[in-house]
């Protein structure tokens, strides 16, 4: 056998070629890998020239590289962010210190699970949108899609480095049980709830982006913060190609809600569904549904998981370093509003143990900040209609709000009271069959489907019209 490539085959920048260990353990796992694409990854089209983005080098121009491929044979790698060297722990318990190369033995267990975890999501979402590609509204979009699914499967790929680097035997068992879980499925479903359900019309997928991703961004940010350095630098990297999932998102959300408001000024009794396309008001329901599951990925408001991880120094607050003068979070507390019989209160929690709550409040601001453009948008065409996000403790599953009901501004309401408004806040089966009429493949080049307005650019500098997908 001749010598394999790897920089060619794995572009990476941990020095595959010389690490016999771990070509040996990826070298085992790969063909699971492509196995699990070719039968969880994008339902058709694995055989078509895609217009990609390739990362091959950790640089700017690196990891901006385009080139028609083929899914299956696109060069997933292995990039951390440059190293600093003279780096040290900068928040929690261990301040001071040098950053570490290794796991500490006492965290092994813990950073196993966030890494885990983090890890489990990216194939999810490439699980929960195999089926979007049959039914794309423009060759742009379809090749959005595939940049996003390869680029989440990239993401996997940079966690099990870190379990097959660091990890020894139980990090290749845990990246072998990552390629065996399958979003929604009863017996093995993934570990987050969002990662389960369902995203198969394009309005669930731009929700998704918009949403889902953002806690991939908030997450990401905070472990780039970590005191275990290969983590931090892989999530750096990371979070450059995290920036289009979320303009993705933002955008097609934004599209859809500027066509929609179009349709309603041109339809004579004001129905965007009389015109084809989808409602402000049933946009406004999936925005709903999936923010509140999206704010169940920031986990309990009040944890003592998330004070070990900060305590511990594997965790940050978003932009730990540069927003914040005091790095302990001891001695300080964060009040929450609590409904009890009925009545909001307020009561304090230790800020160690608020930290998911922390990262939560920056999460919402950052959406804010998308629905206050998108209603300007609406605004201009002219029509009197504002989208909102719910309140946080709207349709809750996880931590303090789960077990009790709320109504979009989160005043504490009764069981009943919110099943009567289940219909009216919430996405509803009908809603769900009306989207999906609506989702018929627009695949011809320069051509939109009626419920989406096209984009202001293209993608590196190419025209909307260009062939982003090779269909012949
Ligand atoms: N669903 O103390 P608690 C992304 C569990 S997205 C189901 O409240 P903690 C991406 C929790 O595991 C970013 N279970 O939570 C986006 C715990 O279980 P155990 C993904 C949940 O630990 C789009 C129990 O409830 N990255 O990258 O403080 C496309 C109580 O735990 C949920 C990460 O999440 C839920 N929503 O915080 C592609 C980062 N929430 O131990 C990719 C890594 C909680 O009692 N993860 N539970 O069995 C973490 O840092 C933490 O695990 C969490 C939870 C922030 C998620
Ligand atoms: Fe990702
Ligand atoms: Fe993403």
């Keep these: 056998m001749g010598a394999i ?3 060619t085959l794995i572009p990476n920048n941990v020095n595959l070629a010389d690490d016999r260990r771990l070509q040996r353990a990826l070298g085992r796992w790969q063909p699971n890998y492509l196995e699990w694409w070719n039968e969880m990854g994008p339902d058709g089209f694995q055989t078509k020239d895609i217009y990609l983005r390739t990362a091959i080098s950790a640089d700017r121009q690196g990891w901006a590289h385009f080139d028609y491929v083929r899914m299956p044979e696109y060069r997933w790698g292995i990039f951390l962010a440059e190293p600093d060297p003279n780096r040290k722990i900068h928040f929690g318990d261990h301040m001071g210190q040098d950053v570490w190369q290794t796991v500490p033995g006492e965290y092994r267990n813990v950073l196993r699970r966030v890494i885990v975890t983090q890890g489990d999501t990216e194939p999810a979402s490439v699980e929960q949108q195999r089926q979007l590609g049959n039914t794309a509204p423009s060759l742009y979009d379809l090749r959005n899609l595939f940049q996003v699914n390869v680029e989440e499967g990239r993401h996997l790929w940079a966690m099990v480095y870190l379990l097959h680097s660091y990890f020894g035997r139980e990090g290749r068992d845990e990246a072998e049980e990552l390629l065996c879980r399958r979003s929604g499925d009863e017996d093995k479903p993934r570990i987050l709830d969002a990662f389960n359900q369902p995203c198969d019309d394009w309005l669930s997928f731009f929700c998704f982006t918009m949403f889902a991703d953002r806690d991939g961004k908030y997450q990401l940010a905070s ?3 970590s005191a275990f350095d290969p983590l931090a630098r892989t999530c750096r ?3 450059t190609e995290e920036a289009h999932h979320l303009f993705v998102g933002d955008k097609g959300m ?3 809600i500027r066509r929609s408001a179009e349709l309603t000024r041109l339809d ?3 129905e965007a569904r009389n015109q084809g396309g989808i409602d402000l008001p049933t946009i406004q329901r999936f925005i709903n ?5 999206c704010l169940d990925l920031f986990g309990s408001e009040i944890s003592t998981n998330a004070a070990d991880y900060f305590g511990h120094s594997l965790k940050g607050r978003f932009q730990e370093a540069r927003r914040y003068d005091e790095h302990t979070a001891l001695n300080q507390f964060k009040t929450f509003t609590v409904a009890s019989a009925g009545k909001l209160t ?7 143990n608020a930290m998911n709550e ?3 409040d920056d999460y919402i601001s950052d959406c804010q900040t998308a629905v206050r453009r998108w209603n300007k948008a609406i605004k201009k065409i002219g029509v009197d209609f504002e989208m909102a996000l719910p309140n946080r403790r709207f349709h809750r599953r996880q931590g303090l709000y789960a077990e009790q009901n709320f109504d979009l501004e989160g005043n504490p309401i009764t069981e009943a009271e919110f099943e009567a408004n289940r219909d009216v806040w919430l996405r509803t089966d009908a809603d769900l069959a009306y989207v999906r009429t609506l989702m018929k493949p627009c695949h011809e080049k320069g051509k939109i489907a009626n419920w989406i307005a096209p984009p202001r650019n293209g993608v590196d500098g190419k025209p909307f019209e260009f062939e982003y997908v090779r269909l012949v």
């Design 5 to 7: 490539d790897y920089q």
């Design 223 to 225: 472990l780039a913060e």
């Design 237 to 239: 990297f990371m979070l």
């Design 254 to 256: 934004e599209r859809i």
């Design 268 to 270: 004579p009794n004001g």
């Design 289 to 293: 549904f999936w923010f509140s599951y």
């Design 346 to 352: 307020t009561e304090e929690a230790p800020l160690r």
């Design 358 to 360: 922390v990262l939560r």
